[in-house]
């Protein structure tokens, strides 16, 4: 049971331009989701979160929106940078209760590619 | 700071062979998870240590996988004997996590394991 899905395997933007990655989750316990980036030969590296408390989280470049109703969340990247480049991870927990440690569900990833 | 330290890097071995992995987390971190990524995939956690004690280990194939991390703080993991199916990197992560308070998990580099 595939509880968080990516289901772009990949995107292709142009320098400059928007990239948008989209999420969806099944698990109504979720209660915080995260977006981890990937290089190649190397670890997730954490990126930007978001409560389930809110529905929009912005970090720079990065913005985080969350649709709870649609149980959808997105990643906005604006502008793109060719350095932007790499594998892009949606995960997400379940802490309700203060038993979690923080256990993450992550989906597929989506292969993102910025062209210069 | 130093990072999620993993090793080896790479490994090949043939089908019902034995393959040991080992992690260095974060100074200080009391959380310590594994994950497979197979390709095409997303991490799936296999277990979750708090300081030396086992959080969740519901994913661990327990038959031929099995992890210790004694004195809280370096941890192995061990495949015994291995699958073909086994063939994965496997990350290594630690966080600072406490009950109910979602913490970043940094990941280490991962261990590339090829079965023959």
């Known amino acids: 049971d595939q509880q968080v899905k990516q289901n772009s395997p990949s995107l292709s933007v142009q320098e400059g331009r928007i990239s948008i990655l989209n999420c969806d989750y099944t698990n109504s316990m979720f209660d915080y989701f995260l977006w981890y980036k990937k290089y190649p030969a190397e670890g997730p590296t954490f990126l930007i979160s978001?409560?389930?408390?809110?529905d929009k989280n912005e970090d720079g470049r990065f913005t985080v929106f969350l649709n709870k109703s649609a149980k959808h969340l997105s990643l906005h990247i604006v502008p793109s940078q060719p350095g932007d480049s790499a594998v892009y991870f949606c995960?997400?927990?379940?802490?309700?209760?203060?038993?979690?440690?923080?256990?993450?569900?992550f989906g597929q990833g989506t292969i993102l590619t910025v062209h210069p | 700071e130093a990072g999620v330290a993993q090793s080896p890097r790479y490994k090949i071995i043939e089908k019902r062979q034995s393959v040991a992995f080992w992690c260095n987390p974060i100074s200080g971190h009391a959380t310590l998870y594994w994950y497979q990524q197979i390709l095409g995939q997303g991490p799936k956690l296999l277990i979750q240590?708090?300081?030396?004690?086992?959080?969740?280990d519901s994913q661990l194939p327990k038959d031929r996988f099995s992890a210790e991390r004694l004195k809280g703080v370096d941890s192995t993991l061990k495949i015994q004997p291995a699958k073909l199916e086994d063939s994965a990197v496997y990350l290594c992560?630690?966080?600072?996590?406490?009950?109910?308070?979602?913490?970043?998990?940094?990941f280490g580099p991962g261990t590339r394991l090829l079965v023959l």
């Open positions: 240590f708090q300081n030396n004690g086992v959080v969740d």
């Open positions: 995960a997400a927990s379940n802490n309700a209760g203060g038993t979690s440690y923080g256990k993450l569900t």
């Open positions: 978001i409560s389930s408390i809110k």
């Open positions: 992560a630690s966080s600072p996590a406490r009950a109910g308070r979602q913490e970043t998990q940094y």
